[in-house]
C-alpha cells in the first residue's frame, strides 16, 4: 500500500515536501513514481526512484527544481520554486523494475500554487 501526504496551499517560489510511504511489501525490486493530474488535463509523469541503488528520473518540467529520494519505506518529493502550474493532485505508485504499468497507487494529495 501506498499513503501520500504533504500537499498543501503555497505562495509561488515556495516550496512543499510530499511522502509516499509504502507497506505491505519490499520495494526492492520496485520503481515509486510520482504523478499529477491537473483539472482538465491528463496525468503526467513527474518524477520516478528505483528502489536499489537509488537511480532517478524526472519530468522535465520538473527538473532542477524538484527532487525525489526515499528513506527506509518512504519516497520523499521535495518541491522547491513552485509555480502556479505545479497546481495538481499528486499521486504516487509502485512497479515493478520490468514493468510497464504502475500497479500500485496511493490517494492523491493536492499542491495548490498561488501566484
Known amino acids: 500500500q501506498l499513503q501520500a501526504s504533504g500537499g498543501g496551499l503555497v505562495q509561488a517560489g515556495g516550496s512543499l515536501r510530499l511522502s509516499c510511504a509504502a507497506s505491505g511489501r519490499t520495494f526492492t525490486n520496485y520503481i515509486i513514481g510520482w504523478f499529477r493530474q491537473a483539472p482538465g488535463k491528463e496525468r503526467e509523469f513527474v518524477a520516478h526512484i528505483r528502489w536499489s541503488p537509488p537511480i532517478t528520473n524526472y519530468a522535465d518540467s520538473v527538473k532542477g527544481r524538484f527532487t525525489i529520494s526515499r528513506a527506509k519505506n518512504t519516497v520523499y518529493l521535495q518541491m522547491n520554486s513552485l509555480k502556479p502550474e505545479d497546481t495538481a493532485v499528486y499521486y504516487c505508485?509502485?512497479?515493478?523494475?520490468?514493468?510497464?504499468?504502475?500497479?500500485?497507487w496511493g490517494q492523491g494529495t493536492q499542491v495548490t500554487v498561488s501566484s
Open positions: 505508485a509502485a512497479r515493478l523494475l520490468r514493468a510497464i504499468d504502475y500497479n500500485y
